[in-house]
Each structure stands twice: as structure tokens, then as C-alpha cells.
């Protein structure tokens, strides 16, 4: 595929996972540098106690060395953990514990939101003065769990609510991470970059088993993942509560099954019913039909007639079928032919969008909320080279065709844009407007 192409396809999906991402870095940044800045009278920002920083609190006294080496403890135990965790969720996932995960999943989402986001909250509160009783306080608060976890997993609500309340989340835990030691965050960030691209990308590694089994079964990516468009599929897995750290694209949908229909319903729309007929003469085929395409159905149904092979639309919407023999299947050699006439790919018509794992949002967020905590600049800095990260790899996945980390390259180019800014970029530029030298 042409680079020009790869851009127009995945255009709009990228803009609707930088859209949030930007959201949810810039509300972590604004929560940071008011609430939780060293230099801010409320003491916020003392070190909290988490996984990421069980075996070596940080001291302001100790060594460098100590500290290096402390976070490096910090950041293995950290990556330890979460990789058992990962397998013990895909083991139970493989053997189908699926309401015990879609409990243990509203859980913690609803502690997220009611212990951290109280916590907050109540920082919140303190930094502003703002007048308001415990019981008023705790009525909100209990609204705002309820409403949130329900968000969350609620099949009704609308979409718009859904990914707003995701992004709340990633914000809560974002903000609760960025108050641990300034090595351990640094070290566990580069930590989790590692991790996350041998999770993903390692044979037998737990979230590349992850999306493999959720593909094989067809359902829902088992995991809290922003969508940045509704989800058409009719089945949902539960989603496990281990956030993820990729990015993939319509996991699960790339049969041949599922490109015939695709690529017919294409071809209706465009008026190319001659194609059309000719793909359908001799072919064994289940069309998926959703609820947005009945008006397809009928074309197809039409074709069909037209062809001399009548078809009849299942009562539901679910399908349209034929044949007795080898259903599910399409002459791949035909579709081939139509690709290479006119260099469509089957996959560019796929009806699901973009996902990115909740923990990509949080450690983006992490990353930028510790840069705030020195200066502006470096947010900047950071910022730009986490959305170039970020394209580059919605880029890389709209090549490669399949789930890919989204921490890594981000990560990356953060950790190294921080630091260059702080070391020379930010000393160079204060030099030169207190010298009033113009550049």
C-alpha cells in the first residue's frame, strides 16, 4: 500500500485517538502542575505507596547510586508483577472464567474511581478551598462511581459518554502514578517500554496470546481499551482488567469470509454492479450484514437474482446465504484480481476502529504529568514527541496489519526529548532571553 493511501485510510482514526490522548495529557498536566507541583503549598505531592515502588521508597538524601539502584529494583518487581498478573488473566480467560473476570474487571474500575478518585478529589478540595460538607462531598462522589463504572461497561450508553469516562479513568490513575519518586518513574517508564514490546510482539508473549485467542473466538479484545469508533461486532468478552499496552485495529475480522462481504458491499456502494455479479456467479458465500447495511443486503440479493442464483436475507439482518457446500468461503482469486485492478485492500473497509490500551493513555499521561512537575518546557517537548511517537506507530499498524505496542516508540522519544530539553535545550534559551539575546 502506497504511503499516500495508508494516510487517507487511517487519517480519521488517528485524529480520534490523539484527540483523548491530548485530552486526558493535558487535564494530567493541569491536575500536576496545581495540584500536585512540589513548589504548590498543598503537600500533595508526597510519595505515595504503590506496585511500582514496593521495595524502595526514595529519600531525598540517598546517593544517586542508591537511588538508581533502588528504582531498577523498583521497576523489575514492578514489570514482574504485571506479567503475572497478564497470564494469570489470559489463563483464566482461555478457560472461559469470563463472569469472574467481568466482575473482578467492575471491581476495580469502580475502587479506581471511588478510592483514587476520591483521594483527588479531596486534594482538589484542599488546594482551592472549596467550601463544601462530607455529605454533599460523598454524594457526589458515590454519583460520580456508580455513573462511571457503569459507563464503562454498559452496552446503552452512548459512545461519546463511553470514551469520556475512559478518559477520566486514564486521568485518575495517570494523576495517583505521577507522585512517585522521580527515578522510579523514569526507570519504570523505560521498563514498561521493554515490557510492552515483548508482550506484544514475543512468541508466547501475554498479550500477543492475548489478542491471538480473543481473534481466534472472534469476540471483544478482552481488555479496557479505547475505541475510537462504536464497535459493530455482536459479541463482547469480558474485558479483563489488565489495561493493555497496544494498539490494534479491528482484531479478529479478517477472514475471507468477512472480505467478501466487505468488498461487495463496496462495490454496491460505488455502482459497480457488474464486478459484483461477477464475484458472486459460482461462489459459496455468508454475507455478514449489519444493522447500517441493510440497503447493501438488498443490492446484493438483487445482484444475485440478476446472476440467475437467488439468495434470501435471513430474517434478522444477521446474514445473507447460500449454497449448500463450503459456506463461509469466497474465490480469493477473484478479489485478487479486483485488488490488483484497482489496488483496494480488504482490510481498509474494516468496520472497527482503532483501539489503544488504557495503560498506553496512563503512561503517556505519567510521562508528561512528571515532565510538568520541572517546567513547561519540557511538557512541550514531551508532548510533541508522544504524538509523533504515536503517529508513527498508528502508521506502522496500518502497514503491518496487526496489534502492535504503542508504548515503546512514545516512550522513547519522550524520555529522550525530556532530558535533552532539561540538560541543554531549556538552559540555552534561559541563558538567551536573560542576556536579552535575540535568536
Partial sequence: MESGSVLETIGQEIIGVMAPVSVCMLLVVLLVYTVYNPSSSAAAATTV????????MESPTDSTVQKLEGAILN?????????????????LYYYRFNNFLLYYTRFSVFMIFSAMGSSILISIVQRFNIPIDAATFYVLLFNFTILGTISVFSDGIPIIVKQSTMVVL????????????EWTTWIVLVALALYDLAAVLAPGGPLKLLVELASSRDEELPALVYECRPNVGRNSGA???????????????????????VELQHLLRNGDRGTAMEILQGEDLVIPIDEDDRASGGEIEEVREEAGEMAPLMGDGDSIERGSGNSGRVDNSRLSRRTEREGIEMEDFNPRGIKLGMGDFIFYSVLVGRAAMYDLMTVYACYLAIISGLGC???????????????????????????????????????????????
Avoid at 521497576?75 to 489463563?91: G, H, P, R
Avoid at 489495561?243 to 485495529?249: E, I, K, L, N, P
Fill in 49 to 56: 505507596r504503590t506496585a511500582a515502588n514496593l521495595v524502595y
Fill in 239 to 261: 474485558r479483563v482488567s489488565n489495561s493493555g499496552f497496544f494498539v490494534a485495529a479491528g482484531v479478529g475480522m479478517s477472514s475471507d469470509n468477512h472480505n467478501g462481504s
Fill in 170 to 181: 486514564g486521568i485518575i490513575v495517570a494523576a495517583w502514578f505521577s507522585r512517585l519518586p
Fill in 393 to 439: 506507530t498508528l502508521i506502522l499498524l496500518a502497514v503491518c496489519r496487526q496489534a502492535l505496542p504503542a508504548l515503546p516508540i512514545s516512550i522513547t522519544l519522550g524520555v529522550i526529548f525530556y532530558f535533552l530539553t532539561k540538560l541543554f535545550m531549556e538552559p540555552f534559551v534561559v541563558g538567551a532571553s536573560t542576556n536579552l539575546m535575540m535568536f
Fill in 75 to 91: 521497576a523489575v518487581v514492578f514489570v514482574v508483577i504485571i506479567t503475572l498478573v497478564t497470564f494469570l488473566l489470559v489463563l
